[in-house]
T-cell receptor
Framework: QQQVKQSPQSLIVQKGGIPIINCAYE??????FPWYQQFPGKGPALLIA?????SEKKEGRFTISFNKSAKQFSLHIMDSQPGDSATYFC???????????FGTGTSLTVIP | NAGVMQNPRHLVRRRGQEARLRCSPM?????VYWYRQLPEEGLKFMVY????????ESGMPKERFSAEFPKEGPSILRIQQVVRGDSAAYFC????????????FGDGTRLSIL
């Protein structure tokens, strides 16, 4: 059973566009929601994370929007660049130091 | 490089052999997590360890898989009698303490079974 559902599976945008990746969860005990970026042959690297007490968090060109009532959160990449082409994973965890539940990933391609 | 170090980066084994994957956490981190990633899929949790203790192994297959994190040295994920279905990328992550987010990931070990 997939605890975190992620969409779309793949996404192609033009340079400068704003790709949006969405995730949904069911377990209201989740209290930490990170986004990871992964390039081929590398491990996931943390991009940005949010806790459910805020509705939005921005770090550089990356923004997380969080809707607690809908149990959804999304990643927006402003002014996307070809170097942003990668696979993006959302995740969720509950409690202190526990495992992450990952979405199935979104392959993003930014066309120059 | 003070990041999470995994070795080997690539490992090839024949069916029935043993695979040993090693993970050295970031300096100062005492919590280690192992995840498995199949092609075109997200990461699936396998096991969470602290030094000399297994905290949560709910994602670990009951047979052939084991993990340890000794007082000295790296964490080891051991797969005995490997089968083709074990082919995957295995990632290790570490965090500094109980409840210490985020988890920092290594670059993984790509295991191929012939």
């Amino acid at each position: 059973q997939q605890q975190v559902k992620q969409s779309p599976q793949s996404l192609i945008v033009q340079k400068g566009g704003i790709p949006i990746i969405n995730c949904a969860y069911e377990n209201t005990a989740f209290d930490y929601f990170p986004w990871y970026q992964q390039f081929p042959g590398k491990g996931p690297a943390l991009l940005i994370a949010i806790r459910p007490d805020v509705s939005e968090k921005k770090e550089g060109r990356f923004t997380i929007s969080f809707n607690k009532s809908a149990k959804q959160f999304s990643l927006h990449i402003m002014d996307s660049q070809p170097g942003d082409s990668a696979t993006y994973f959302c995740a969720a965890s509950k409690g202190a130091g526990n495992q992450f539940y990952f979405g199935t990933g979104t392959s993003l391609t930014v066309i120059p | 490089n003070a990041g999470v170090m995994q070795n080997p980066r690539h490992l090839v084994r024949r069916r029935g052999q043993e695979a040993r994957l090693r993970c050295s956490p970031m300096k100062g981190h005492s919590h280690v997590y192992w995840y498995r990633q199949l092609p075109e899929e997200g990461l699936k949790f396998m096991v969470y360890l602290q030094k000399e203790n297994i905290i949560d192994e709910s994602g670990m297959p009951k047979e052939r898989f084991s993990a340890e994190f000794p007082k000295e040295g790296p964490s080891i994920l051991r797969i005995q009698q490997v089968v083709r279905g074990d082919s995957a990328a295995y990632f290790c992550a570490s965090s500094p303490r109980q409840g210490g987010q985020p988890q920092h990931f290594g670059d993984g070990t790509r295991l191929s079974i012939l």
